[in-house]
């Protein structure tokens, strides 16, 4: 799973359910990528979906055999923590003096305290389309038609797996951090709907798999990338991906955004969290005991249960592949390991509270967890 955010990235805490604090360790590793770390178009786009062309209008697959709506409205509890008129994603349209002052009372990736002003605004007023509200529109009034999405997580369960086509037959596919897929199709199928990432978890990512095959983020035409605002960085990127300039400032400066993203992209293939979802999801489904402890301020859901919380806001159906299980300790920390790792549980992150929440969700009937 991904390291720590900020300076402490390189703080590796390791820390067990019910068993505290384990084991301190620091590395002066400067967390910069590779000087490989450049654009490379891969095979990604293969399989993935035009989002503008996906057929809304057939009634083949139209209704859904169990929405998730549905299965939440049956759960005693589940029902009183969904709040499924949230808004997920934060655009221009939404920016005024009351967001501004709502969010600023908060920390990031909850807020907007401390964080500069003009940089903010600058970048929300490039989402200014409503297509930047959204992660995916029906055109027109046609009926919505079932949306199945497959959230794929990096877990080294989807080793030997033999999910990918399965993966692939999902209407959207969500992948993060450092998700290979070349050499790993059989497992975790080709296709990429959706990325979502933070700068540093991004950065992170390309450094530490390089050699395991992380050399590029997913490219291709359509798709999506969904920046996670954990820092002013992340305002950043996003700002000069869509003016397509280098980096002006900050710990990424200079940084050229194609070199992630490929060449041309527009404002409409980037989506932003919204932090007062990041909030709302912690509060209500991830609250950890971490958040009072001296770690608090180091604590946030890992960009897994980020990515599948906004999956189960926007679809009809999910399903959860590479995801922590109660028996994680059978399986290598990453699908893409060449030797078996053991799962890192760093400080920033509370994963065994991860893993109950989707056995729960699971047994409810809110998502399938891929389980073997
Ligand atoms: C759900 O979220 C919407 C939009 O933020 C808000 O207006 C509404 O009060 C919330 N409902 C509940 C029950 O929390
Ligand atoms: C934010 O700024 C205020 C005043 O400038 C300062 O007191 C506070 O410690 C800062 N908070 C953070 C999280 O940096
Ligand atoms: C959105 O912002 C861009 C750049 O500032 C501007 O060219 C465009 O006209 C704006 N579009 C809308 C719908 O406001
Ligand atoms: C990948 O790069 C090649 C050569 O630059 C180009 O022809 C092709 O369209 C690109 N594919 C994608 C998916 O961007
Ligand atoms: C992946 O699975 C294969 C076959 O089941 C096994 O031999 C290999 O050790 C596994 N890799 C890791 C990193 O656990």
């Known amino acids: 799973m991904e390291p720590p955010r900020g300076r402490l990235r390189w703080l590796l805490l390791l820390w ?16 910069h990528p590779s000087p490989g ?3 490379r178009n891969t095979t990604l786009s293969r399989g993935s979906i035009r989002l503008n062309t996906l057929n809304f209008g057939t009634r083949k697959g139209h209704a859904c055999p169990r929405p998730l709506r549905q299965a939440i409205q049956q759960h005693r509890h589940f029902r009183g923590l969904f709040n499924l008129s949230a808004p997920v994603l934060l655009w221009g349209g939404l920016l005024g003096p009351e967001l501004w002052d709502s969010l600023s009372r908060h920390k990031a990736p909850y807020g907007w305290q401390n964080l500069s002003r003009q940089a903010i605004t600058s970048t929300l007023n490039l989402l200014n389309s409503s297509e930047s509200a959204e992660l995916f529109a029906a055109p027109g009034d046609l009926p919505r038609p079932c949306i199945r999405c497959a959230v794929v997580g990096n877990g080294g369960i989807l080793n030997g797996s033999r999910q990918g086509r399965n993966i692939d037959a999902h209407t959207f596919v969500f992948r993060l951090n450092g998700a290979v897929v070349e050499g790993f199709e059989h497992d ?7 990325y979502g990432f933070t700068v540093n978890t991004m950065k992170n990512s390309l450094y530490t798999y390089w050699r395991l095959g992380f050399t590029s983020v997913p490219q291709g035409q359509d798709l999506r990338y969904i920046f996670i605002p954990s820092d002013i960085r992340d305002y950043l990127m996003l700002r000069s991906a869509i003016l397509g300039v280098p980096v002006p400032e900050g710990p990424d400066k200079a940084d050229r955004p194609d070199a992630y993203f490929g060449p041309h992209a527009s404002a409409r293939k980037f989506k932003l969290l919204h932090p007062a979802f990041i909030s709302y999801v912690t509060k209500r489904f991830l609250k950890s005991k971490l958040i009072n402890t001296n770690f608090g301020d180091l604590y946030m859901p890992s960009t897994g249960a980020l990515m599948l919380l906004t999956a189960l806001h926007t679809c009809d159906q999910v399903s959860a592949y590479g995801f922590i299980t109660s028996d994680y300790w059978k399986y290598s920390d990453h699908y893409f390991d060449r030797e078996k790792q053991p799962l890192v549980f760093y400080i920033n992150h509370d994963l065994p509270l991860e893993a109950t929440l989707w056995r729960d969700l699971h047994k409810a009937g809110i998502l399938w967890l891929y389980q073997r």
């Open 16 to 31: 067990a359910a019910g068993s505290g604090l384990l084991v301190v360790l620091y590395s002066a590793l400067e967390p």
């Open 37 to 39: 770390a450049q654009a």
């Open 188 to 194: 975790v199928g080709a296709k990429t709907s959706f």
